[in-house]
């Protein structure tokens, strides 16, 4: 059977919310929230947080969670993981965002589930899509679009709104993705010691270097994953809905 760990990035600077992760949440903060409700999925053998801030680490080992130091600066988020996972023995590393703190079970099970089954051995990792319903959605570039082949693998990722509709008579399908990724281990330290490529650099989107170096990527259709800190405004959402 596949070892299944849960990894979580949690960096205490963001650009549009500065110290997001620490803010409170009901009666938590917003990453030990995340954390635990991780950790009640019951899918996972471990959970780790990874971090660079020890405020951070503080918050979540003081209530018995585990956390990891990150030792190096990193480009991306895949390079932060792959140095954390890298002497933990797993087959499997699941990444959830430190600001979702509102976990879909469903939709992790589902990415965990689609290396067991027919061609599971082809995914290198598995990521989630939800179908864009607005145009202000489709036209911000801040929601990744992704394109996939008809068996849900992706074709490519792009902050553009793919694809182009030529014929104004026709109504395509547009997607946003969803960054939780689920990655085999090895895939992840492969990625880590490639070389960052010309669309990768234009679109400021990782995952397009996983298929630049043919690795594939599974794509699965999820209806909602809730709602991202990523702003004060997200945050006061978020409250709400706790609340209700």
Avoid: W
């Avoid at 650009?15 to 409700?37: H, W």
């Avoid at 950790?39 to 801030?53: G, H, M, P």
């Avoid at 179908?131 to 996939?148: H, R, Y």
């Amino acid at each position: 059977m596949l070892k299944k760990i849960a990894v979580i990035p949690a960096r205490y600077a963001a650009t549009r919310f500065p110290a997001k992760l620490m803010q409170r949440l009901g009666e938590k903060t917003v990453i030990r929230m995340t954390y635990d409700n991780v950790v009640a999925t019951n899918l996972f053998d471990e959970v780790f947080v990874v971090t660079d801030s020890v405020l951070i680490f503080d918050e979540i080992t003081q209530f018995g969670g585990q956390a990891i130091m990150s030792i190096q600066e990193h480009e991306t988020g895949s390079d932060r993981i792959a140095e954390a996972v890298k002497e933990i023995e797993c087959d499997i590393v699941l990444n959830v965002q430190g600001d979702e703190p509102f976990v879909n079970k469903e939709a992790l099970e589902r990415l965990l589930e689609s290396f067991d089954g027919i061609g599971g051995d082809q995914i290198s990792l598995a990521t989630l899509k939800e179908k864009i319903s607005t145009p202000e959605d489709l036209n911000n570039p801040n929601f990744v679009k992704v394109v996939t082949d008809y068996q849900d693998f992706a074709l490519y990722f792009s902050r553009f709104s793919l694809p182009y509709a030529r014929e104004m008579n026709f109504t395509a399908d547009y997607f946003r993705h969803i960054g939780i990724y689920a990655f085999r281990k090895q895939a992840l330290l492969n990625f880590s010691q490639l070389k960052m490529r010309q669309n990768e650099k234009a679109e400021k989107i990782e995952c397009i270097r996983y298929l630049e170096y043919g690795m594939k990527i599974k794509v699965l259709e999820t209806k909602s994953f809730g709602i991202g800190i990523d702003t004060p405004e997200d945050l006061e959402r978020a409250k709400k809905i706790l609340e209700d």
